[in-house]
């Protein structure tokens, strides 16, 4: 699990770091526009990605299904620890049990 997790740790900080370029680029774009008092600012046609009728663009589709399988991944992860964890209780339990009846039968 750990390699497949460190892969999809990559693949989102990837689609994070497109998404911020992405960014970068379109604020150079508006910033080399001349636009004076004049002339109105754009602000009213963007709109947020959640506004957009739940359509997300390409990138976050991708975060977004690389989360989802994240959460799978460590929901699996925890169900095998707690396994191994109620597994291991059992020995001991065991263990305990069985050295408290030796314990009881040489005290009689």
């Known amino acids: 699990y750990g390699e497949r997790l460190k892969k999809i740790q990559k ?8 998404k911020v370029m992405s960014k970068k680029v ?9 636009e004076g008092p004049s002339q109105p600012s ?12 739940g359509e997300t663009d390409p990138p976050n589709r991708e975060i977004l299904a690389a989360i989802a399988n994240l959460r ?3 929901a699996q992860i925890k169900n ?12 001991v339990y065991a263990e305990l049990r069985g050295e408290l009846a030796g314990a009881k ?4």
């Open 11 to 18: 693949f989102i900080i990837k689609a994070k770091e497109e």
């Open 72 to 74: 799978r991944v460590v």
């Open 80 to 91: 095998d620890i707690c396994t191994t964890i109620d597994a291991r209780i059992e020995m």
């Open 105 to 108: 039968r040489e005290n009689q």
């Open 26 to 34: 379109k604020i150079e774009k508006n910033d080399q526009q001349d």
């Open 42 to 53: 754009d602000l009213s046609d963007t709109s947020l990605p959640g506004e957009m009728g």
